[in-house]
């Protein structure tokens, strides 16, 4: 199960910092990552870190957005700073590769 928290309403510029439960495998052995979906565009993936903690992220991500995880608590994170209007979507966390059920989602709106 995945259950994502942490959208809002921000101004541009503003940050949010997104966090995503995880439950139904052993986290800490996953890689995680965040995708983003707009009514427009197909589901974009954002950043993926590794079990080890390795981050890659999508141009649009890199220098504003980052990933992290704490196995402790089986929660991965995405702070976001410098948002921008195009960066509205839904936001959801995935364990990636595998087909798990996606959760709800956590809806991100930055205004201009």
């Known amino acids: 199960q995945l259950v994502e928290s942490g959208g809002g309403f921000v101004q541009a510029g503003g940050s949010l910092r997104l966090s995503c439960a995880a439950s139904g495998r052993i986290f800490s052995r996953m890689s995680m990552v965040w995708y983003r979906q707009t009514p427009r565009k197909q589901r974009e993936l954002v950043a993926r870190?590794?079990?080890?903690?390795?981050?890659t992220y999508a141009d649009s991500a890199k220098g504003r957005f980052t990933i992290s995880r704490d196995n402790a608590k089986n929660t991965v994170y995405l702070q976001m700073n410098s948002l921008k209007p195009e960066d509205t979507a839904v936001y959801y966390c995935?364990?990636?590769?595998?087909?798990?059920?996606w959760g709800q989602g956590t809806q991100v709106t930055v205004s201009s």
């Open positions: 995935h364990f990636d590769g595998y087909l798990d059920p």
């Open positions: 870190i590794s079990s080890g903690g390795y981050r």
